[in-house]
Structure formats: C-alpha cells, structure tokens
C-alpha cells in the first residue's frame, strides 16, 4: 500500500513530534508584503532573501539563524491574502537604520511546533497535523504563523527540513 503514494507523503503517514514552545522575544531584521496569497510567495520572496543576506553582510551584521517567514492571516487557502514578512533573526538593533528594511523587535511568540522534512508542494498535510495538535489540546490557534528554513535545498526537495510553528491563544 505505501508504494503508492510517494515518498515525501509516506514519510508522513507517522505523526510528526508537535510541540509547544515559546520563541523568546527576538529583534529582526523584516520586509513585508501585504495582499500575499500562498500561490505568490515564491515570486514576492525570489530575490528578497539573497538582496537583504547582502545587505546584512555588506554591514557586518551576520544573521542568528536562517531565513524565517512570518505569515499573519494565512488561513491554508490558495485565495487568502495575508501579510508574508521575510526576516532574519540579529543579535541587536544596527546603530544606523537599514532603509529599505524594517528592524523591530517582536514580541515572545507561543506555538505549536514541528519539524517538516520534505518538499513545499506537501508542507499542507504537515499543517494538518500542527492544526490536528492545537485541537486536540484545546488550544485555539493565533493569526500568525512561521516557517524557519533551517535546511533549504529547493522547493521540491525532499531534504528541506522547514520548522513550522503555528500561533496558539
């Protein structure tokens, strides 16, 4: 029966180890992109990432971690627009503002966390089951959502290993 469904979702017939954690406050490094749907992110993200690691490095600051996209309103429809923000995790505030970023420093963030090993066009059934956790524990979910990129081969690798973290209330 498995030799049926690919890899990348066979790999997911076993529940993947959901957590509940709490990211400490952290200072970031962002560009937002209000009006995004999933379908859009690739193309609103092609470039941001590799012209803001350039801008980093061209001002000696070096990034804490990789990549992380911080969705607000993202429901998991093809047809919602939300706000994607593409932003790196820095020690501390630059002395000189970065003019075409914004650098904040966003709050503590509790959520349901896992790790999704596998290609983007499946990362929707590894949601399932955060959503299935966050039900299950009779928590209600937030409007914001996160993806850390902490392995980023391409987009239909089955090597990504992307953390998913999903608010909680």
């Not at 954690?21 to 937002?32: E, G, H, I, L, W």
């Not at 470039?47 to 992380?68: F, K, Y």
Request: glycine share 6%; aromatic share 8%; with cysteine.
């Amino acid at each position: 029966m498995a030799a049926a469904f690919p890899a990348s979702v066979r790999s997911l017939t076993h529940r993947m180890a959901v957590t509940l954690k709490t990211v400490p406050s952290t200072t970031f490094v962002m560009s937002s992109h209000e009006g995004v749907t999933i379908p859009e992110i690739s193309a609103v993200s092609r470039g941001v990432v590799d012209d803001m690691i350039a801008e980093l490095h061209a001002r000696g600051i070096a990034p804490l971690a990789p990549v992380h996209f911080i969705y607000h309103g993202a429901d998991g429809s093809l047809t919602t627009k939300f706000r994607l923000t593409i932003a790196f995790p820095i020690a501390e505030r630059p002395d000189e503002p970065i003019e075409e970023y914004e650098v904040a420093e966003l709050p503590a963030f509790r959520c349901m966390a896992a790790d999704y090993v596998g290609p983007m066009p499946d990362v929707q059934i590894a949601y399932n089951e955060i959503l299935d956790a966050i039900r299950e524990s009779g928590r209600r979910r937030s409007p914001e959502s996160r993806e850390i990129y902490k392995k980023w081969i391409g987009f239909e690798s089955p090597d990504n290993v992307t953390e998913l973290q999903v608010g909680v209330a």
